[in-house]
């Protein structure tokens, strides 16, 4: 089975900007958690997408948000970007059921300059 | 709400010697327990994991956790270190009490000495 895949690797983007940033989940997984990782707040989770639903949030702005689409695919947007965005930003795959084992992406590397 | 405490953030150990990673959870219903290890610029691989049953736990590169209830501990080790270990470890919780929420600790770096 294919893993978890995360598009684009690497992303610049300069104050102000808005970006997007794609998961594709493992075959047949139907929930997708996105997580900030930091070197100072370490990994924190944004939020976590069911069947086309956000069913858990984490304490971050409202200037993150996502979806996910039909196919389990899931985005993730950052409007208005900070410098205090520049993160990895990871995606997570599981099948659902509770004390599944969430699958990682390789991640995205946001620089915002 | 469930949580997760990894003592240490950072631990060094010579090649060849006991590597031990702390981390004690918090949870009112009975958790379920993962290990996960970060190389650089890369995601999360799982290492183990603990749903129920056997307390000691063996994953993949020779590291083993044992689940102990009465000090609410999942401690992560290996016998032997080796240099390709030299990575960053996450230890983290979930429970019934929501969804699927996974809450990890805040990582302890490995790094081993030749």
Redesign the interface.
């Given at each position: 089975k294919a893993g978890?895949t995360q598009t684009p690797r690497y992303l610049i983007k300069t104050r102000g900007q808005q970006v997007t940033l794609s998961c594709s989940p493992i075959s047949g997984h139907r929930?997708v958690?996105w997580?900030q990782q930091t070197p100072g707040q370490?990994?924190q989770?944004l939020f976590?997408y069911?069947s086309e639903t956000q069913?858990?949030k984490g304490n971050f702005p409202g200037r993150f948000s996502g979806r996910q689409f039909s196919n389990s695919r899931s985005e993730m947007n950052v409007s208005t970007l900070e410098l205090g965005d520049s993160a990895l930003y990871?995606c997570?795959s599981?099948l659902?059921?509770?004390?599944?084992?969430?699958?990682?992406?390789?991640?995205t590397?946001l620089t915002v300059l | 709400a469930q949580s997760v405490t990894q003592l240490g953030s950072h631990v060094s150990v010579s090649e060849g010697a006991l590597v031990l990673l702390r981390c004690n959870y918090s949870s009112s219903v009975p958790p379920y327990l993962f290990w996960y290890v970060q190389y650089p610029n890369q995601g999360l691989q799982l290492l183990l994991k603990y749903t129920t049953g056997a307390t000691l736990v063996k994953g993949i590169n020779g590291f083993e956790a044992e689940f102990k209830k009465s000090e609410t501990s999942f401690h992560l080790t290996k016998p032997s270190a080796h240099m390709s270990d030299a990575a960053e470890y996450f230890c983290a919780v979930s429970d019934s009490s929501n969804n699927n929420d996974m809450r990890f600790g805040a990582g302890t770096r490995l790094t081993v000495k030749p």
């Open positions: 978890v929930s958690s997580y370490g990994l989770f976590e069911f069913r858990n990871l997570a599981s659902d059921r509770v004390g599944d084992t969430q699958y990682f992406g390789p991640g590397r | -």
